[in-house]
């Protein structure tokens, strides 16, 4: 008892030494620029409309189905205010009020709506909420000058390591998803390759430039903050990041992720590291940068609490278990989608998706294809297709509209094909699944077919159109009774429609056939 209060001790002495408060500085004004910009560019690309419609259908995850968006125009509105908050957070103004903007408006667009998630928003998310309990304003703010908060050139040494922890968790835990066999090969990699230049399955710069990518994407992540924290390697280790980032900015279309991430992992470099550059480029040896006549600064540090050290501490575990849960579930992650979320794996998988939805009137057995063409976005119709979870969401929407309707819960089966990294399509969902009785959130995906194509030596291309001609299907009554009915049924939305798939579905409309 006595040795572990002793280490408790410790180790809240060693998170309250002080150390400089420029380094910290300087994130908070990288994060409040980024997301400024996110904010702003997403108003004027009509994004913020697109994915935040308040009369639309959206992906909702476990347990917040309530948040909704704003009506009218209360969306854009917020991504305004949003704008606003990120450049009065990088300028220290009102800094609470900014950063808690910023946390609460990140956190409402990323719940809206899972298609929406992207592992930078949820970095972003995290980090704004942390910044709501660190000294990030303590230094160079407008709140400081103005004498409404105090100053101080040094914080804790806890508040430093935090964001260095949460900078490192891409890197490392990108690192650790990459330990499997379709990475290693290079396949999802040479897809991306495929998709940016145009090239040719087997065109030399797809397969060669497919397995430098992997396994340099891999080697990076794992040595990267290592080497950003060792001195002797860290100038060689700052160059081989910038390259990295600034590839992956011109090869793949991913927005403010590897700006950000150049600016995040500065927190690497030594605390004062602002301080020297700006001395240096004073032409000043030694002295301070913040003037000793601004009121309210003082080099104190503020203390750490056992209790704090303990919270930290808990906090700092779970986020080092909560992205392994995949290995638990025993299931290929990048199939089966358990575990992805959440986890900071970046363009491990190639996930080529072709579905229909088939509903039947319980009563007199009429089969129809539903047209979700009116209910998704173009950003939803490319990604749900790869989640079960949303899939069944879909479906159960679908039987709930009809309901609504008729007043009769119809029977919800899909008929989903799905490639992985260029393996042979296959089933995806069980198709004698009825979706309409399935609950919300399953614990037991059992309907979920296991992945048991191999990973060939040449990737599947064929058209999505042509896939349902190259792959065995099980005998399916009722879709055979749909192609050949010949009638056009209704899709059970709220306007009527003909009977035809998604075009962005990926399989095309069934032709009623002749008897």
């Not at 150049?262 to 590291?273: N, T």
């Not at 509903?359 to 990604?383: C, F």
């Amino acid at each position: 008892m006595e040795a572990g209060h002793f280490s408790l001790s410790k180790a809240v002495r060693w998170l309250e030494l002080p150390v400089s408060a420029g380094s910290l500085v300087l994130f908070r004004v990288a994060l409040g620029l980024t997301c400024a910009f996110w904010a702003a560019d997403y108003l004027y690309s009509g994004r913020a409309e697109l994915l935040c419609r308040p009369d639309s259908f959206h992906f909702t995850w476990p347990g917040f189905d309530w948040v909704r968006p704003w009506p009218a125009y209360g969306m854009q509105l917020q991504f305004s205010v949003m704008a606003l908050a990120g450049v009065a957070f990088a300028c220290g103004l009102a800094t609470q009020f900014s950063n808690f903007v910023l946390a609460f408006g990140l956190t409402h667009f990323f719940l809206i709506d899972r298609t929406n998630y992207q592992n930078h928003y949820y970095l972003l998310m995290l980090l704004t909420w942390l910044s709501l309990c660190l000294p990030v304003a303590r230094l160079w703010s407008i709140d400081v000058l103005a004498g409404v908060a105090p100053g101080s050139r040094q914080i804790p040494r806890g508040a430093l390591l935090l964001v260095q922890f949460h900078a490192a968790l891409p890197y490392v835990f990108g690192g650790l998803s990459k330990l499997e066999s379709d990475w290693l090969s290079g396949r999802p990699m040479q897809f991306l390759l495929m998709q940016r230049f145009g090239l040719a399955h087997d065109d030399v710069m797809a397969v060669s430039g497919g397995l430098v990518l992997a396994w340099g994407g891999l080697l990076f992540d794992l040595l990267i903050v290592p080497g950003l924290l060792w001195r002797p390697a860290r100038m060689f280790a700052w160059v081989l990041l910038l390259t990295f980032h600034l590839t992956n900015a011109w090869l793949f279309p991913i927005h403010i992720f590897p700006w950000f991430m150049i600016a995040l992992s500065a927190v690497f470099l030594p605390a004062d590291w602002p301080m020297v550059v700006l001395r240096r480029v004073r032409g000043e040896r030694s002295g301070d940068l913040l003037p000793s006549e601004v009121p309210g600064v003082s080099t104190a540090a503020v203390p750490t609490t056992r209790l704090a050290a303990v919270l930290i501490g808990l906090y700092c575990v779970f986020h080092c278990l909560w992205p392994l849960r995949g290995l638990v579930y025993g299931d290929v992650t990048g199939w089966t989608e358990r575990g992805h979320y959440f986890a900071w794996r970046m363009m491990l998988r190639g996930k080529s998706m072709g579905l229909r939805y088939y509903m039947t009137d319980p009563a007199d057995g009429r089969t129809w294809v539903a047209d979700i063409s009116r209910l998704l976005n173009s950003e939803q119709s490319a990604r749900f297709g790869t989640d079960p979870e949303m899939i069944l969401q879909l479906g159960r929407t679908l039987a709930d509209l009809h309901e609504r309707r008729s007043g009769v819960r119809p029977i919800v089966r899909v008929l989903a094909l799905s490639s992985l990294n260029g393996r042979r399509p296959q089933l995806f969902i069980d198709p004698e699944i009825n979706l309409a009785a399935e609950p919300s959130w399953p614990q037991r995906r059992g309907w979920i077919r296991p992945l048991s194509e191999p990973l060939p030596d040449r990737p599947w291309v064929l058209p999505k159109d042509r896939w349902e001609q190259h792959v065995d299907l099980p005998r399916l009554p009722w879709r055979t009774a749909t192609a050949a009915s010949g009638k056009k049924q209704t899709s059970g939305l709220p306007e009527r429609q003909p009977a035809v798939a998604s075009p962005s579905a990926g399989l095309t409309p069934e032709r009623p056939r002749r008897s």
